[in-house]
């Protein structure tokens, strides 16, 4: 069995085919970025020079994802990488980058932590209760006049409310609306 904790060591031949020296067998650079999106570590090596090829690969591996349309890479910003090169801010860029990138991915795993510990991620989002209501009223209207349609069903945290607090949640939904559509038409 694989060890998963070093990295999965690839060698290039002089004939430039990639070999995988944990399964003996050759492999793709769309292999590669499988085992990689898999979370498995990578080192390329020349078998004659020992030279690391790593980056280079890695680089091939996002030019290709790149050419063909699927741009994760924004213009600027590669036009950006590129002055970089050139200037003496070039030793900063690398350090600013796997910053940016581990802040990235923190972000996502809390993300998902706070998402999978939530009964419904989305009764966390500001203003969901009152949209989750306009969106009944708004069934209420559009469908009540539809033969079977017996209306929203109600929780148990939710009893049917009688035709006076119907007005007067109604009422309280419209003026909702109306400060939303305020506040969006001064942005």
């Known amino acids: 069995m694989a060890d998963t904790d070093k990295p999965l060591l690839i060698k290039r031949y002089a004939s430039r085919r990639l070999y995988n020296t944990e399964t003996s067998d050759y492999v793709t650079l769309e292999d590669i970025a499988g085992f990689i999106r898999a979370g498995r570590e990578v080192q390329i090596v020349d078998l004659k020079s020992g030279d690391d090829l790593t980056r280079q690969y890695l680089l091939q591996i996002v030019a290709e994802h790149e050419s063909k349309g699927e741009n994760v890479l924004p213009i600027g910003v590669l036009t950006d990488l590129v002055r970089s090169y050139t200037t003496e801010i070039q030793s900063v860029v690398p350090q600013f980058l796997a910053a940016s990138f581990e802040m990235l ?7 998902m932590e706070n998402i ?10 500001p203003g969901f209760e009152a949209m989750r209501k306009q969106q009944e009223v708004f069934m209420q209207a559009f469908m009540g006049g539809l033969p079977g349609w017996t209306g929203a069903p109600h929780t148990k945290e939710e009893p049917a409310a009688e035709a006076g607090s119907k007005d007067e949640e109604l009422a309280q939904i419209k003026r909702q609306l109306a400060e939303l559509q305020n506040k969006l038409s001064k942005l």
């Open 105 to 111: 991915r923190d972000g996502q795993s809390k993300m």
């Open 116 to 125: 999978s510990s939530m009964p419904n991620p989305m009764a966390a989002m």
